[in-house]
């Protein structure tokens, strides 16, 4: 079947006569001895779990901001782990390293939640909020990063006086 072609119409009412182009686990000749099976779950297909409803507005730079150069960094993933924020990601920024020097800007967009209906039947999508914190919050946090300390290496938190 053409999947840029199907839609609504196309699901399965055999009152109606239509049959779902979609199978459940369809075999499919390749030209090879054995047909080729495709793991297709027909409950969980083309399913989105996705919270689109997030609105942001564009606005022009600000004059003051002159041409230095700006950074957008924004936080993707959810509260869990690898299983559970399936198909996204444990919490990550994009861009993943981030090296600036004290004339760029970065601007910091992340959203977080309290509500997150994360037990079964997982009314967000997808159960389980491994990690620390309160079940239900989706929180994420910054920390400056120590950088080329010899005796700690890059991967260790600078403090405060640092």
Not at 91 to 100: C, K, M, R, S, V
Not at 110 to 134: I, K, L, R
């Amino acid at each position: 079947y053409n999947p840029w072609m199907v839609n609504a119409s196309f699901n399965e009412n055999n009152g109606q006569g239509i049959d779902s182009p979609v199978e459940q686990n369809p075999e499919v000749d390749i030209g090879a001895k054995q047909a080729l099976r495709l793991a297709i779950n027909t409950n969980q297909f083309n399913r989105v779990f996705q919270d689109r409803s997030h609105t942001f507005k564009l606005l022009p730079r600000p004059a003051e901001m002159g041409q230095n150069k700006l950074w957008n960094l924004n936080v993707r993933g959810k509260r869990g782990n690898i299983v559970q924020t399936f198909p996204s990601v444990e919490y990550d920024f994009q861009p993943n390293h981030l090296e600036i020097d004290e004339e760029t800007l970065v601007h910091i967009q992340w959203a977080g939640s309290n509500t997150h209906n994360n037990g079964n039947p997982a009314g967000d999508g997808q159960a389980g909020d491994a990690g620390e914190g309160t079940g239900g919050t989706d929180r994420h946090n910054f920390v400056e990063m120590k950088h080329g300390a010899k005796e700690m290496g890059e991967s260790f938190p600078a403090t405060w006086e640092e």
